[in-house]
């Protein structure tokens, strides 16, 4: 898979994100050497009267019809679009053929492209059994309608036994695990703020899977934990805040201090640095907010920072 730096995360674009902002964003992400878009069909269901969803992938395809052969990839996702107004989370579109095939159509509809690269099967739809799910997301590669496919919200062992389905039955198999990581981490066992999706949260098994297996690429979101790092007006919610993240913050400080950079920058190089080396989806709102990030995803931390920063 493309080993960009990150994917500029759009949840917002079309709704608490003007156009203009959203058209100048792009344009200087593209400038800035950045390729991944990455957007879903229910974004952002919350902050439009609509409840349902895909003002950012319209946005994308005025953006994309007005720079024809942008050198970017798309990254969509489907199965977690509320099913009418206040269906979220109990009320999901799901994972079913006849449903995934659909919603595809209308992503590239609004997008305004024959193909998206990268598609995800936004979150676990139980009800679907693996080897349905593999049949479905597997076709859609085989017909060149997404290059690849990846899930996201959904745990560890599921994956494998997606890419144990795939194998059996001789389809594309799953090349993309997205959940929510960071560096500071919540309590075991404590719900976390804003995360309606417990199964996303990405564990020490999901990490070990994704080392086991490099031809699946990681890529995590909420990586600068809605800029807590960084910004004194955004206080880390009740269960980040305990002594295993104090040693942390510590770490994090001398690091950043020796630099020159930011907290969350160093957050972003250190996803980029690690074994494995994830691709946050990072979302802005202004050029100056991309440019600070640009340059955490392009820091390369060495082996004593990332020793350093290995506390507990």
């Given amino acids: 898979m493309d080993n960009s730096a990150m994917a500029l995360g759009t949840m917002y674009f079309g709704t608490r994100v003007e156009e203009a902002t959203c058209f100048t964003l792009l344009d200087r992400y593209v400038e800035l050497g950045g390729r991944w878009l990455d957007t879903s069909n229910n974004y952002s269901f919350w902050a439009d009267d609509?409840?349902?969803?895909?003002?950012?992938?319209?946005?994308?395809?005025?953006?994309?019809?007005?720079?024809?052969?942008?050198?970017?990839?798309?990254?969509?996702?489907?199965?977690?679009?509320?099913?009418?107004?206040?269906?979220?989370?109990?009320?999901?579109?799901?994972?079913?053929?006849?449903?995934?095939?659909?919603?595809?159509?209308?992503?590239?509809?609004?997008?305004?492209?024959?193909?998206?690269?990268?598609?995800?099967?936004?979150?676990e739809d139980p009800t679907v059994p693996v080897e349905d799910l593999v049949a479905t997301f597997g076709g859609l590669v085989t017909e060149k309608l997404v290059g690849r496919y990846g899930v996201s919200n959904h745990p560890s062992w599921l994956v494998e036994r997606i890419r144990a389905a795939a194998e059996r039955a001789g389809l594309p198999t799953v090349s993309g695990y997205q959940q929510r990581y960071s560096y500071f981490q919540p309590l075991p066992g404590v719900p976390v703020e804003g995360q309606?999706?417990?199964?996303?949260?990405?564990?020490?098994?999901?990490?070990?899977?994704?080392?086991?297996?490099?031809?699946?690429?990681?890529?995590?979101?909420t990586a600068t934990l809605l800029g807590s790092y960084d910004r004194s007006d955004r206080p880390l919610s009740e269960e980040y805040q305990h002594t295993g993240n104090d040693r942390r913050r510590a770490a994090l400080a001398a690091v950043a201090d020796r630099r020159g950079l930011r907290p969350g920058q160093v957050v972003l190089a250190w996803l980029r640095s690690g074994r494995p080396a994830l691709t946050p989806i990072v979302g802005v709102s202004s050029v100056d907010q991309l440019e600070q990030a640009w340059t955490g995803v392009t820091t390369q931390l060495s082996a004593d920072e990332m020793t350093a920063l290995d506390v507990g």
């Avoid at 609509?50 to 992938?57: D, K, L, N």
């Fill in 50 to 123: 609509s409840g349902i969803g895909g003002q950012s992938e319209a946005v994308l395809g005025r953006w994309l019809r007005s720079n024809p052969g942008a050198p970017v990839l798309l990254s969509t996702k489907v199965g977690a679009r509320p099913t009418r107004v206040g269906g979220f989370p109990d009320h999901l579109e799901g994972l079913g053929t006849d449903t995934v095939r659909a919603a595809l159509q209308d992503s590239l509809e609004r997008l305004g492209v024959d193909a998206v690269d990268l598609y995800w099967a936004h979150v």
């Fill in 196 to 221: 309606p999706l417990p199964l996303g949260m990405l564990t020490q098994d999901g990490l070990d899977l994704l080392r086991r297996n490099p031809d699946v690429a990681g890529w995590v979101y």
